[in-house]
């Protein structure tokens, strides 16, 4: 399946990925336009995942190319292109120290120095997703999943990223919680992938794509 209503902000043009002697996805295809909002949905195992690890480069496909803004990922043009991309995983990994010292840390990079000043909205972003301004100076590695997820995806806004790719973002969150993440992704300008199950995501998504597994090789 292919969608494409403009030049693509992410463009998947029939990837696989090959793994165990087996394809993980085979010939899949997509295109996001800048600015929407698409939901990528399927069993498990069909390679949502997978997926998003190839437009991250941290999953090499074995046929087919990946292509954001216009660069194919590669070795050589990965690092500039992460700088684009806000990830947040189904069970994100923030690293070691407290909550304000990992938020800060991803401006210690050259290239996010000029957004630096955005840290002094880190209050008005705990407040709208439902995290206690005390979370900050507690260790991140004593949160709750739910609770590393609103930190991971604060740090993509702070950091102000073209293209979020969200992995279950709204899986362990309680009906209020989810509400205001969602609301928070409706109001945000950038392109998203949104690998999700739930209705709710689908609702706020501008296309749903339904990944299948790949058919047996014969």
């Known amino acids: ?22 394809w993980v996805m085979r ?11 698409v939901a990528l949905t399927g069993p498990s195992g069909c390679g949502k995942s997978t997926l998003l690890g ?7 496909a074995d046929a ?8 194919e990922v590669n070795a050589h043009s990965v690092w500039t292109l992460r700088r684009r991309i806000g990830y947040v995983a189904q069970e994100p990994d923030p690293g070691r120290g407290t909550v304000d010292e990992v938020l800060a840390r991803g401006f210690h990079y050259r290239a996010n120095r000029s957004l630096a000043g955005n840290l002094e909205r880190v209050p008005a972003w705990m407040e709208r997703l439902g995290l206690a301004l005390t979370l900050r100076k507690k260790a991140v590695a004593d949160l709750s999943g739910g609770e590393k997820q609103r930190i991971a995806l604060m740090a993509a806004l702070l950091l102000e990223r073209d293209i979020l790719l969200l992995d279950e973002i709204t899986s362990a969150l309680d009906r209020e919680r989810r509400a205001s993440v969602l609301q928070i992704l409706r109001e945000c300008p950038a392109t998203m992938l949104i690998v999700s199950h739930d209705e709710a995501v689908f609702a706020m998504s501008d296309h749903v794509v339904e990944m299948r597994p790949p058919e047996p090789s014969s």
């Open 1 to 22: 399946m292919k969608i494409s209503m403009g030049p693509p902000a992410i463009e998947i043009d029939d990837v696989g990925v090959h793994r165990d002697g087996g």
């Open 64 to 71: 087919g190319r990946v292509v954001v803004d216009g660069s």
């Open 27 to 37: 010939d899949f295809s997509l295109a996001v336009e800048p600015g929407r909002k």
């Open 54 to 60: 190839c437009i991250l480069g941290f999953v090499r």
